[in-house]
T-cell receptor, first 114, second 119 residues
């Protein structure tokens, strides 16, 4: 069965510092990959997605993610974190051809210190 | 264009009561789905639909019922609420696009969520 692992439950960074959130997946074939962000009390907003092609994908709010097939990973990065980035981040995967069904990781809560 | 609209935003039920969470989308999307979010669990798929009249179970379907009589609406029914169904529920819709040789690439649009408490 497919699964998504986000090893870090909670990460704290200082404003202006770089950020990397880890995501590993277990899947029979290369899935479609997504990162979503959820601010407190809000719904989910898509940050970026990987379907095919260039393995480094750019998203909104200055985020990027790199797909590494050999490591089954899709880590999210940002070079300089802003206080407004404090939120919970979810990695999700979906099967090619039917990714209207997503499997989510358990999320990483990001705290940003001033 | 309102996107995905969920009602109600908040609801408190007593054990054994029934209720329906409403979900409507105005984007003419083929696919709709319901997820529940629990602390430390991420989102888990309850039920999904690939078109009007077609529904199927997801990862955690027990205690929930769905139907899809129109493209726009996908209600989630709790027939006899239990405290274990206390959660935040998200509805999502999507449509399929071609990516290279692949078909079926979807980007899900989520509603704002419905917080349900069962006492």
């Amino acid at each position: 069965a497919q699964s998504v692992t986000q090893p870090d439950i909670h990460i704290t960074v200082s404003e202006g510092a770089s950020l990397e959130l880890r995501c590993n997946y277990s899947y029979g074939a290369t899935p479609y990959l997504f990162w979503y962000v959820q601010s407190p009390g809000q719904g989910l907003q898509l940050l970026l997605k990987y379907f095919s092609g260039d393995t480094l994908v750019q998203g909104i709010k200055g985020f990027e993610a790199e797909f590494k097939r050999s490591q089954s990973s899709f880590n999210l990065r940002k070079p300089s974190v802003h206080w407004s980035d404090a939120a919970e981040y979810f990695c999700a995967v979906g099967p090619r051809g039917s990714n209207y069904k997503l499997t989510f990781g358990k999320g990483t809560l990001l705290t940003v210190n001033p | 264009n309102a996107g995905v609209t969920q009602t109600p935003k908040f609801q408190v039920l007593k054990t054994g009561q029934s209720m329906t969470l409403q979900c409507a989308q105005d984007m003419n999307h083929e696919y709709m789905s319901w997820y529940r979010q629990d602390p430390g669990m991420g989102l888990r798929l309850i039920h999904y639909s690939v078109g009007a009249g077609i529904t199927d179970q997801g990862e955690v379907p027990n205690g929930y019922n769905v139907s899809r009589s129109t493209t726009e609406d996908f209600p989630l029914r709790l027939l006899s609420a239990a405290p274990s169904q206390t959660s935040v529920y998200f509805c999502a819709s999507s449509y399929s696009v071609h990516v290279g040789a692949d078909s079926g690439a979807n980007v899900l649009t989520f509603g704002a969520g419905s917080r349900l408490t069962v006492l």
